[in-house]
């Protein structure tokens, strides 16, 4: 059974805009008895080297750091050269930890 969100009712995940951030939240729902990946899903950005070593290990969005830099010094270089900079996609990657479960 999910927790109960005292605002709008039941909830069964939560999305965090950092995996620090996340082990923030996954901490206070401990302090309150609810487990992530057990009592609710947790899911978040980042992927930093912690994240697997958290408790469960959280599911997390990896970005390309290094690609992201890259293409952003290219972007500047070509905007100095006053030439038209091009759009650049760089994919982000779920990585599947415990953290996350099927609501149920």
């Excluded at 992530?36 to 390309?64: C, E, K, R």
């Excluded at 992201?68 to 760089?90: D, K, Q, W, Y």
């Amino acid at each position: 059974m999910p927790p109960a969100n005292p605002v709008d009712g039941a909830w069964t995940a939560a999305f965090c805009a950092n995996d620090a951030i996340a082990l923030g939240f996954q901490h206070a729902m401990y302090e309150r008895g609810l487990s992530a990946g057990v009592d609710y899903s947790i899911v978040a950005i980042d992927d930093m080297p912690d994240a697997a070593h958290f408790q469960p290990p959280l599911t997390t969005v990896a970005l390309d750091h290094l690609e992201l830099g890259r293409s952003a010094f290219r972007m500047i270089l070509e905007h100095l050269r006053r030439s038209p900079a091009a759009n650049t996609v760089i994919g982000p990657a779920l990585v599947r930890r415990e953290s996350a479960v099927p609501p149920g």
